[in-house]
C-alpha cells in the first residue's frame, strides 16, 4: 500500500513509518520543517511539504494514496493555551483527508485518545467519549466520532485511541515531565493515596498496532493503543524517587496545581483501559517492555539530566 502518513516525524510517527515500511509499503510522509523531511528521506519515505492548514496538500496527497494515517496535531499550539484552535484545524485536515478517501473503501486511521475516557473504571473499545457541552477537549472526541461515521461513506475508517503514557527511550512527554517536577521540588509526589491508574503502551507496540489499523482494521472501527490495564501513580512515583534518590510523598487534593502545575488535572485521573478486543480482532500482541521496567532502564533520567525537561 501507498500510505500517507501525517505526523510522520513525530513521536509516534517515526516508529510507524519504519514499521510500515519494513512490511512492505510505502509511505509519504508530511513534513513542515527541513528537519523533519530530511529525517523522513533518511527513512526510506517520499515527502511532501506542508502543515495541518495546507488543506490542498493534504487533499491531493490523500487522494493519491492507498490508505491515511493521521497523526499529527499542533500540540504546541494546544499546550501554549491555543486548544481550541489546534483541535479545529485538527477537525478541518481531518474533514479533508476523509473527502478524499471517500466512496473508495480505503483506510483512514486516527490517533486519538483515552484520558478521561471512563473516570474510575476500565475502558473498553465499545465505550464511546461524552460529545456534549462546551469544553475544548470535547471537539476531539466529536471527530472520533466523525472519522468512525466515516464508514457510512464508504471510508475503511478506524481510530487508535492512544494510553495516556506511550513510553519510550526518546520520549519528552509525561514521564519527563514528572521526572523534571520531582528534581524541581525535591520528592517525587503522587496524588492522594496513588492508587489512581494511567493504561501505559511501548512506542514500538503502539507502532504495530497503526500497521495492523491501516492494513485490516474493519470500517468504524474502535481499537485501544493499551498494552498495560493501568500502572498505579504511587508506583510510577515510587521508580523516580528511586533513581533520583529523592524521598517519595503524598500530594493533597489542594496542593496539587501548585506541585504539578498544568498538569495536576491530569495527574489526578484515574483512567485504566482494556485491550481485549483490540487483540482478539487484529492479533495484535505487545511485546515492548512495561512502563515500570522502561523507567528502570535509565534513559528518562539521562534525558532529563541533558536538558530535556
Known amino acids: 500500500m501507498r500510505v500517507f502518513v501525517t505526523g510522520a516525524s513525530g513521536w509516534i510517527g517515526s516508529a510507524v513509518v519504519p514499521e510500515l515500511i519494513g512490511a512492505g509499503h510505502q509511505v509519504v510522509g508530511l513534513a513542515r520543517s527541513d528537519s523533519s523531511a530530511e529525517s523522513l528521506t533518511a527513512a526510506g519515505a517520499e515527502v511532501v511539504r506542508g502543515g495541518l492548514d495546507d488543506l490542498d496538500v493534504l487533499r491531493a496527497a490523500a487522494a493519491g494514496s492507498d490508505g491515511v494515517i493521521h497523526l499529527a496535531f499542533k500540540h504546541d499550539v494546544a499546550f501554549s493555551g491555543g486548544f481550541q484552535s489546534a483541535a479545529e484545524a485538527d477537525r478541518r485536515a481531518v474533514d479533508v483527508l476523509t473527502d478524499a478517501l ?44 466523525a472519522v468512525l461515521a466515516c464508514a457510512r461513506r464508504g471510508v ?132 515492548g517492555p512495561s512502563l515500570l521496567a522502561d523507567l528502570e532502564e535509565g534513559h528518562y533520567f539521562r534525558a532529563a539530566e541533558d536538558g530535556a525537561v
Not at 105 to 125: H, N, W
Not at 233 to 258: C, F, N, Q, S
Request: aromatic share 6%.
Open 102 to 145: 471517500a466512496d473508495s473503501d480505503r483506510p483512514f486511521v486516527l490517533a486519538s485518545g483515552l484520558a478521561g475516557l471512563k473516570p474510575g473504571q476500565v475502558a473498553t473499545e465499545q465505550d464511546m467519549p461524552v460529545t456534549e457541552g462546551d469544553s475544548p477537549v470535547l471537539i476531539r472526541a466529536v471527530t472520533a466520532q
Open 156 to 287: 475503511r475508517s478506524s481510530v487508535v485511541r492512544l494510553s495516556p503514557t506511550c513510553h519510550g527511550d526518546g520520549d519528552n512527554g509525561f514521564m519527563t515531565f514528572l521526572i523534571g517536577v520531582a528534581r524541581e521540588k525535591g520528592v517525587s509526589g503522587y496524588p492522594g493515596t496513588g492508587a489512581n491508574r494511567w493504561s501505559a503502551v511501548h512506542r514500538l507496540d503502539a507502532a504495530r498496532l497503526f500497521r495492523l489499523a491501516i492494513e485490516k482494521a474493519p470500517a468504524g472501527t474502535v481499537l485501544h493503543g493499551v498494552a498495560e490495564e493501568g500502572v498505579p501513580l504511587r508506583e510510577i512515583a515510587e521508580v523516580i524517587g528511586r533513581r533520583l534518590k529523592l524521598p517519595t510523598a503524598p500530594v493533597g487534593a489542594e496542593d496539587l496545581a501548585g506541585h504539578f502545575g498544568w498538569m495536576s488535572g491530569f495527574v489526578a485521573l484515574d483512567a485504566p483501559a482494556s485491550n481485549a478486543a483490540t487483540r482478539a480482532l487484529l492479533g495484535w500482541d505487545p511485546t
